[in-house]
């Protein structure tokens, strides 16, 4: 199973990726893909040999596809890519895109929920727990179907910062494990 993982930042989670699919394993990361040059997770998969690509246009779905069939890709992971993805790469790809959020959707999701700003929702919020959620993608942000959450605590004087590095823990763990679950379900389905 080739796997493509998206991002815009610093790659934490594409890293907990690379580090529990091993390219020798059944599922591995073929290719890494950004909106921007700026992405730190960029580095992170040169450093291991993966062969990374920049969007010219991050909203032609015609580059989407050149460079995902280009590349063999079956399965691609959002993590923390913060552009919408064409709605005809969803469609041919249904069932085998998912994205990492932050929080326990569907509270805290939507347009416009990303990075410090569900961490301060959710704390405004008075929340006592939240946690992450990978689920698949579809055309509405942060709307399709959850395949997995994992909780972490609202501590008393959290901030964003310190809340988004529990979450950020349970990410890691969460992430890799679904995204093998799920390759092993769409091999057996093939
Ligand atoms: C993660 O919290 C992810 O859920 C969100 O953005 C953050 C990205 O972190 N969408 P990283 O780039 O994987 O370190």
Redesign the pocket.
Same mark, same amino acid.
């Given at each position: 199973m080739r796997i493509a993982v998206a991002?815009s %930042? !610093? %790659?934490?989670? =594409?890293q907990a990726l690379l580090d529990s699919l091993p390219a020798a394993g059944p599922a591995k990361i073929a290719l890494v893909v950004s909106n921007t040059p700026k992405a730190g !997770?960029l580095a992170r998969a040169e450093s291991r040999g993966v062969t990374t690509a920049v969007f010219r246009d991050f909203s032609s779905a015609e580059e989407w596809l050149a460079l995902l069939e280009g590349h063999g890709i079956e399965l691609i992971v959002l993590? %923390?890519y913060l552009k919408l993805v064409p709605a005809p790469v969803i469609a041919k790809f249904r069932g085998r895109i998912v994205n990492?959020?932050?929080a326990l959707l569907p509270a805290f999701g939507g347009p416009g929920m990303? !990075?410090k700003r569900v961490h301060e929702a959710v704390i405004a919020a008075g929340a006592v727990e939240s946690g992450?959620t990978v689920h698949l993608v579809d055309e509405a942000y942060d709307r399709g179907e959850i395949l997995a959450q994992a909780r972490v605590p609202v501590l008393p004087g959290d901030t964003a910062e310190s809340l988004?590095a529990r979450? =950020?823990i349970a990410?890691h763990q969460l992430l890799p494990k679904v995204v093998l679950d799920l390759a092993a379900r769409i091999t057996r389905a093939s």
């Open positions: 991002v %930042g !610093g %790659g934490s989670n =594409l !997770g993590a %923390g990492v959020h932050p990303y !990075g992450c988004a979450v =950020l990410e």
